[in-house]
């Protein structure tokens, strides 16, 4: 069992972790959401240099946790991409000086297949074949999970991610960032059924229409159509509540319709949800509904390895070392980088 210390630094959370297999031994976290939120959104450069100020402080924190020193540490992985490019560096050259100093193999991670890994976090006893739906700010993706490495995107949004689409509608309603719990905390005194949403729809070239594939830019813009037509009927204060609890519905009914139909379709009996957007109650309660009633197992990560962190990066890495895989000194960071194209993360 490969143990294995982790960075990522892909947004605006600075964070080490040392992992044991799929046994967390430590998880650190500085979060910047304080200094971001007077902005309403992660401002790159800022987080680049709120990096560069707390890395070694979560580096010797994670070893402090893990009762462990470098003797025990079996390789060193970090975050290369997808990700803000200045804050990617950040990570991926402390990787590679640590990695040089102690004379340990350097392993690249993807930061979407950290995603899928938070669920081994839970589960050490998932396998694949399995579905994964990775919802979080910039990403809404239903993965086919063949193999360590190995994956098939079969649907994917078409604008805004689920994510953004919540940061979006936040700022509609006047919250403060970030958007998502927010929503979801006043969502839970809202009535889901006050104001009928629409659930976005592909339509193809052909005509046809694409079942996997999400759109939440038409229901933005329905909240969006909505609170001005409240507004201007004199409402005041506007039903926040309400207005919170029918777009979170709406997306969760969405993105499960999707989900149970394509591992239904695929045949996958398990499903595992990542990214921030996981940690949304009503879409954990709509999902593992459905997914009971079609006798499916779904598993939604610990709250605190929904969002960005390094145990799910440090547990990827473990894997793939484990298998050999290992990434040259030469590799860069890339702000963009298919699921599909992991194993060229490894030489």
């Not at 938070?118 to 994964?132: G, N, R, V």
């Not at 979801?184 to 694409?210: C, M, Q, T, V, W």
């Not at 969006?224 to 409402?235: A, C, F, I, P, T």
């Not at 993105?255 to 990214?275: M, N």
Request: net charge negative; charged share 20%; hydrophobic share 40%.
């Amino acid at each position: 069992m490969a143990t294995v210390l982790a960075i990522e630094t892909s947004c605006d959370e600075t964070a080490v972790a040392i992992v044991k297999n799929r046994e967390v031994l430590s998880s650190t976290i500085a979060s910047q959401i304080p200094i971001h939120r007077q902005y309403g959104g992660v401002v790159p450069e800022v987080a680049s240099r709120q990096h560069v100020e707390t890395i070694n402080d979560g580096i010797a924190e994670a070893f402090q946790e893990a009762g462990i020193g470098w003797a025990e540490i079996d390789g060193i992985g970090a975050t290369c991409a997808p990700g803000l490019v200045g804050a990617l560096l950040v990570g991926l050259s402390a990787a590679k000086t640590l990695a040089i100093v102690h004379q340990k193999p350097f392993i690249g991670v993807h930061h979407l297949e950290g995603h899928i890994y938070a669920s081994y976090l839970l589960a050490p006893d998932l396998e694949p074949p399995f579905l994964c739906l990775l919802v979080s700010g910039g990403h809404t993706s239903l993965i086919y999970v063949k193999d360590c490495g190995i994956y098939e995107t079969l649907g994917e949004t078409r604008d805004d991610a689920a994510g953004e689409a919540f940061d979006k509608v936040a700022r509609l309603l006047q919250l403060s960032y970030p958007g998502g719990p927010m929503i979801d905390k006043l969502a839970r005194e809202g009535n889901p059924k006050a104001f009928p949403l629409p659930e976005g729809k592909i339509s193809l070239p052909s005509g046809g229409y694409h079942p996997y594939d999400s759109s939440f830019s038409g229901l933005k813009t329905a909240v969006l159509r909505l609170v001005k037509k409240l507004e201007q009927s004199g409402e005041k204060p506007l039903p926040v509540n309400d207005i919170a609890a029918s777009f979170q519905d709406t997306v969760a009914r969405s993105l499960t319709r999707k989900t149970i139909a394509c591992a239904l379709d695929y045949g996958l009996s398990t499903i595992a949800v990542g990214g921030g957007v996981a940690a949304n109650s009503g879409l954990r309660q709509h999902l593992q509904t459905a997914a009971e009633s079609h006798n499916l197992r779904v598993i939604f990560p610990s709250l605190k390895f929904c969002t960005d962190n390094a145990a799910m990066i440090a547990c990827a890495g473990a894997d793939h070392l484990e298998r050999g895989h290992t990434s040259s000194l030469t590799l860069g960071v890339r702000s963009r980088l298919a699921i599909t194209d992991v194993m060229q993360l490894y030489s």
